[in-house]
């Protein structure tokens, strides 16, 4: 089991950028893939990127943030990162991030609240 602790929300207005961190814990970093998701109030929990394991990770981006968002790593700090550009307001959500690239694998930590107004 890994744990995440999530950090960089705010609020910003359309147009503004922000960047997620995810701290996870645990000795297997390296050799996890992880993924940001995000629940906007009275919606389901959607997977918005994912990185795979390994150097040189395969990326994948769900269609509405394709283009804006930028997902990495930085393996030395347990860290994944979520770059969001050109942020609308429909991005407004509470943003997690798991183990897995298809799907989550850890409970869910507290997440951090991403508010983009127009």
């Known amino acids: 089991q890994v744990q995440f602790v999530e950090s960089g929300g705010g609020l910003v207005q359309a147009g503004g950028s922000l960047r997620l961190s995810c701290a996870a814990s645990?000795?297997?970093?390296?050799?996890?893939?992880f993924g940001w998701y995000r629940q906007a109030p009275g919606k389901q929990r959607e997977l918005v990127a994912a990185?795979?394991?390994?150097?040189?990770?395969?990326?994948k981006y769900a269609d509405s943030v394709k283009g804006r968002f930028t997902i990495s790593r930085e393996n030395a700090k347990n860290t994944v990162y979520l770059q969001m550009n050109s942020l609308w307001p429909e991005d407004t959500a509470v943003y997690y991030c798991?183990?897995?690239?298809?799907?989550?694998?850890?409970?869910w930590g507290q997440g951090t609240q991403v508010t983009v107004s127009s």
């Open positions: 798991n183990r897995g690239y298809y799907s989550p694998v850890d409970s």
């Open positions: 645990g000795s297997t970093f390296r050799s996890n893939a």
């Open positions: 990185i795979s394991s390994g150097s040189g990770g395969i990326t």
